[in-house]
């Protein structure tokens, strides 16, 4: 989307990066090249001095991250073993894609299964930590607040502290006599097994409402696959212990996000909202009128870096569930990594990486689409879209 | 039923600012203050809690741990296992995290810098092109490159060694931008008055523009201190033997697998405790230029 020019004030970091592939930036060095005295012998040295300013970012990230995606690509159409080096290995055209995607089989069942997981994980957590996030950087930047250093600083230090430390800790919050299970009990809530609870949410929700019997699922569920698992398995929700996997992410991310929202929030002038207030809007209007409108790069930042960052779960899954209970917290990720490096199917293991690639970089597209929509254009455009739609 | 933690953490916040910006006309500001207050209680609990239980944990006996999960405050204080961490060799992890973290720091600081500083002010060819290769790789997303990486270490016989598990972190994208940016949004004048004087491009860097740079130095440093310190994945696919590992592979090991079913929470949270102690004083002493970075750090994802 087009990024509406953002407030250049402070939290220059968090709305750059919002326009990170948009013009601004280059722009400005651009403009910047005819005010500049352009005598030939400068321009020579500078040439020399300048590749040799970023030749060892250049090797490194050449070499650690082009290449291994090109070493990838021949992979993933080869077969592979992980012994030797996989110059040698045989060509073998799509059949690691064709086995994953089309094929029916344990490979092709256990991609679906790991897209499923961690679709609902995207669906639930991108939501909850943006409105965690919002909520708290709303309340936290009201006027005359004490303490506000204080709370800041609880919210945003899970995000500080390492993947592996926290997911000790929810580990043992999360345990069958555990904190959340003591704190459920004094609501008379008898609190399930975490981490082994394998049961969807959705399937318990459809049931609890009386609309499902998981004893005996419709036949049209059951009957009809897509990418070998059944209708039935794709609407299963999240497992019980995917659920505490996302409580987790929201409570680890949402302090990060709060600080962009934060220094969105600030950046928004004083005399904007009490000018709203002074044409009689009720602060309900005022900050959908006016807050909402103006945080827009910043929630396009926080739910595009949402988007990356959770269909990457990694590792939690490593650590914490090893894809279990019962293959209900498989992630793509953790999916290539367990195929690769415990089954030995290194070309399976790379197709899944570009798999995945190719996943994060069509959800971003859609996302773009979607938030593109939902701006008011022009007059015009509007009518345009209307047209069309007919 | 299980989604009863998830429910409170996404409907508070909604009520939380929506109550006071919508009662507006009508609450009184002290009403409205004391629920914005409320909102920020319940919410540092959840917050909070969870260190203290790492914590207090970290000095229970097994069996206490397991009966009164809820409790944070010890019924016999012992130290025993952070004596038992020693035997599985967590010192060693900790040297290694502080290696890894020390080399990788200085050469993302050093890189980083050179390289913003040259896509910020000298004209070369190609200059156009790398700034564009360095934002989109920003872009790729790092899970997907966790194999790829591996084969690349084996094949440069970098697999197992410090120095497949320095190198490859010893430059990142974000790092780059962030010197980037900073170099643009400084004033030319002074550099070309010191190149005048006569010095190379290598000596302005270095002691003319480097030393106005110190709060954007401090903010790489922070990232890439908190970043590596933290890292994961990488050392996972990098290394094999106990001798390489890190805190966060050591401690990884600990808690997913080497002590199997058993509840020995705390010696698991004694070592969660420790490995956080030095993330925690780098924060508490930096905090500015942490929640500085932290907007540009988020990039990665």
């Known amino acids: 989307m087009s990024e509406p020019s953002p407030t250049e004030t402070a939290s220059v970091a968090a709305v750059t990066l919002a326009s990170t592939e948009e013009k601004p930036a280059p722009r400005r060095t651009r403009r910047r090249h005819p005010r500049r005295p352009r005598r030939h012998d400068e321009v020579e040295t500078q040439n020399g001095a300048g590749w040799l300013f970023v030749l060892p970012v250049v090797i490194i990230l050449g070499l650690f991250l082009f290449l291994p995606v090109i070493a990838a ?28 995607l089309t094929t029916s089989g344990l490979a092709q069942r256990d991609l679906a299964t790991s897209v499923r997981n961690n679709m609902y994980y995207v669906l639930l957590v991108v939501p909850l930590q943006t409105i965690v996030a919002l909520g708290l950087a709303l309340v936290l930047n009201a006027r005359r607040l004490k303490g506000k250093g204080f709370f800041r600083t609880a919210f945003y230090f899970p995000s500080v502290t390492s993947t592996v430390a926290i997911i000790t800790v929810f580990l043992f919050l999360f345990t069958a006599s555990g904190s959340i299970n003591t704190m459920l009990e004094w609501f008379g809530i008898h609190g399930p097994r975490w981490f082994s609870d394998s049961r969807g949410v959705l399937h318990q929700l459809l049931s609890g409402i009386g609309v499902l019997d998981p004893k005996h699922p419709p036949g049209w569920m059951t009957g009809h696959r897509f990418l070998g698992i059944t209708f039935y398995e794709w609407l299963a929700g999240p497992s019980v212990a995917m659920c505490a996997l996302i409580f987790l992410a929201v409570w680890t991310t949402g302090g990060t996000f709060m600080l962009l929202f934060l220094a969105a929030l600030q950046d928004i002038p004083d005399d904007l909202l009490e000018a709203a207030s002074v044409d009689g809007a009720s602060s309900a209007q005022a900050f959908r009128k006016v807050t909402l409108p103006l945080l827009r790069p910043t929630m396009f930042l926080v739910i595009t870096l949402g988007l990356i960052g959770t269909w990457q779960v990694f590792d939690q899954v490593q650590l914490g569930t090893k894809g279990g209970p019962s293959k209900t917290t498989i992630t793509p990720a953790y999916l290539s990594y367990d195929t690769s490096f415990t089954g030995g199917k290194w070309g399976q293991g790379a197709a899944i990486s570009f798999i995945l690639f190719g996943i994060i970089i069509v959800m971003n597209i859609i996302q773009r689409i979607i938030m593109r929509e939902r701006r008011p254009k022009s007059a015009r455009h509007q009518r345009r879209v209307i047209f069309d739609s007919r | ?46 917050y909070i809690f969870p260190f203290l239980i790492e914590i207090g944990t970290a000095f229970k006996t097994d069996p206490d741990a397991t009966a009164n999960a809820m409790n944070p405050i010890p019924k016999t204080w012992t130290t025993d296992a952070f004596r038992r961490l020693a035997d599985a060799n967590f010192d060693r992890w900790f040297a290694n995290s502080v290696i890894v973290a020390l080399f990788v720091t200085a050469g993302r600081l050093f890189f980083d810098s050179l390289a913003g500083y040259a896509l910020a002010r000298l004209h070369f060819r190609g200059r156009k092109a790398i700034g564009a290769a360095v934002i989109a790789v920003m872009a790729v997303p790092g899970v997907v490159l966790l194999i790829p990486k591996y084969l690349v270490l084996v094949q440069l016989h970098m697999y197992d060694h410090y120095a497949g598990m ?25 550099e070309e008055a010191a190149r005048i004087d006569g010095a190379g491009t290598f000596r302005v860097f270095w002691s003319v523009v480097l030393p106005m740079a110190r709060p954007a130095l401090i903010t790489l440093t922070i990232l890439s201190f908190q970043g590596s310190w ?12 106990p001798d390489l590992k890190t805190l966060t592979t050591g401690v990884g090991g600990l808690v997913s697998g080497q002590l199997s079913a058993g509840n020995q929470f705390p010696i698991k949270l004694a070592a969660a405790t420790l490995m956080t102690i030095p993330v925690a004083a780098v924060f508490f002493i ?14 990665k994802g």
């Open chain 2, 1 to 46: 039923m299980s989604t009863v933690p998830a429910n409170t953490a996404a409907t508070e916040p909604v009520t939380g600012p929506d109550a006071p910006i919508e009662g507006g006309r009508r609450m009184p500001p002290m009403l409205k203050r004391a629920l914005a207050y409320a909102v920020l209680v319940v919410f540092a609990c959840f």
């Open chain 2, 230 to 241: 933290n890292e994961y994945a990488h050392f996972l696919v990098a290394t094999q033997s």
């Open chain 2, 286 to 299: 930096f905090q500015r230029y942490f929640i500085r970075g932290a907007t540009a750090g988020a990039v």
């Open chain 2, 166 to 190: 320095i190198i490859p972190l010893m430059a990142d994208a974000a790092g780059v931008f962030i010197m980037r940016q900073f170099f643009i949004s400084i004033p030319v004048e002074i």
């Open chain 1, 73 to 100: 690509m021949w992979v993933s159409v080869s077969n592979w073993s992980g012994k030797g080096s996989p110059v040698h290995a045989d060509f073998v055209g799509f059949d690691n894609y064709r086995k994953l």
